[in-house]
């Protein structure tokens, strides 16, 4: 079993930037590949971001490609996504999600852990 938790949402301005953090325990964090997803009032959840165990492969939904960025420190059992420019259909709570495998899949319900979720807010 594994637990996460995300950290770093908040309320920031059009254009603006947040860095959120999902950190993991009580498994090898190195085993997962993780994800970010988003769910926005009365839609469904959606795919952000992946990236693989080892860190080598990051995969990006089209709408934030070129702007947010996920990484990961394996050795903090700790994935990261740095999200710039922000707009205001970015708004959402956003979740982090891990697989054991070495696949980053898009599909909400391959995904076993998940964490509380943490709200971001775009607005001016």
């Known amino acids: 079993q594994v637990q996460l938790v995300e950290f770093g949402g908040g309320l920031v301005q059009p254009g603006g930037s947040l860095r959120l953090s999902c950190v993991a325990s009580?498994?090898?964090?190195?085993?997962?590949?993780m994800a970010w997803f988003r769910q926005a009032p009365g839609k469904e959840r959606t795919f952000v971001a992946g990236i693989t165990r080892s860190g080598t492969d990051t995969y990006y939904a089209d709408s934030v490609k070129g702007r947010f960025t996920i990484s990961r420190d394996n050795a903090k059992n700790t994935v990261y996504l740095q999200m710039n420019n922000l707009k205001l259909e970015d708004a959402a709570v956003y979740y982090c999600?891990?697989?054991?495998?070495?696949?980053?899949?898009?599909?909400?319900?391959?995904?076993?852990?998940w964490g509380q979720g943490t709200q971001v807010t775009v607005s001016s």
């Open positions: 999600a891990a697989v054991d495998g070495t696949v980053v899949i898009i599909t909400p319900r391959t995904y076993p852990h």
């Open positions: 009580g498994h090898n964090f190195s085993s997962f590949s």
